[in-house]
């Protein structure tokens, strides 16, 4: 077992501190990571406070990790010692149910291993990248390209994916009217990916507050969703729709916003049952979806996509020390657009 530096919850309700956490020894497919940034994704908070389900404590959160091979075990074929990897949501699956089986590990019918929370399959309780280091198996490891700015790299492994993987599936492209609700950590993401991908792109926000950021980061158009006004002008427009909002809308009146064959795709997750009227989807034959993350062959076909376009998201960096503080401001949406912290501050 390896002890190493991390910040952790010692319960729901607790400021997170200073303390350390232990790594299994490296199985021989495994890949010790020093970790060198980890972002800060609104699902830290919301698991750290219970508010998805109750949690074992301490519990070390981060999802969104990038970082340097340290030391590789005996059959590891993809990755070397210097190289530059990734982490994202999860670090495992059972590898045999027809989802995996597709490639579509993200949906395995047993649940994906979550990088941290989750039962590992030595029984332990995983932990997260807001940590010195980590053990992970090598399949489950992205390798992030040289032009990325490694601090930019990390969410992408969350925010980044969470968005490409519904934009891609639902051929965001050229010809393709995208919508892009919410402009927070994952929809300023998806405004450069769908925008790299050729698609024109709305944002859709409660105020005209970040318009300039929105165009500046590859929007088309931006609207203001608190006047009634835009949901007039905008009727059956949008053949793709990503509601990146945690919040409860009104499904229908975002519904009514998509042309024939249009999908909305949520990737915020309400906690609570969302109203819709079935008549909403009868017209213009619409579709109302949802997408998690998505597969470690997507994750890298993503990355290699943002190295490709030279985007990255946009980012305030950090110390360990600062996170509580951080946490309070992800609350407030008082960040552009993303959290990570420097992990040098850990050691
Ligand atoms: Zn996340
Ligand atoms: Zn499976």
Redesign the pocket.
Known sequence: MLTVNAYAAPSATEPLIRTTIQRRDLGPKDVLIEIAYAGI???DIHTVRGDWGPQQYPLTVG??IVGFVTEVGSEVAGHEVGDRVGVG?MVNSCRECVNCLAGQEQYCLKGNTGTYGSVDRDGTITQGGYSTHVVVDEDFVLRVPENIPFEAAAPLL??GI?TYSPLAHWNAGPGKKVAVVGLGGLGHMAVKIAHAMGAEVTVLSQTLSKKDDGLRLGADHYFATSDPATFEQLANNFDLIINTVSAVIDLDAYLSLLALDGTLVNVGAPPEALPIHVFTLFGNRRSFAGSGIGSIGETQEMLDFCAEHGIAPETELIGADDINAAYERVLASDVRYRFVIDITTLR
């Open positions: 994704c609104h699902s999802h969104e949501c969350c925010a969470t």
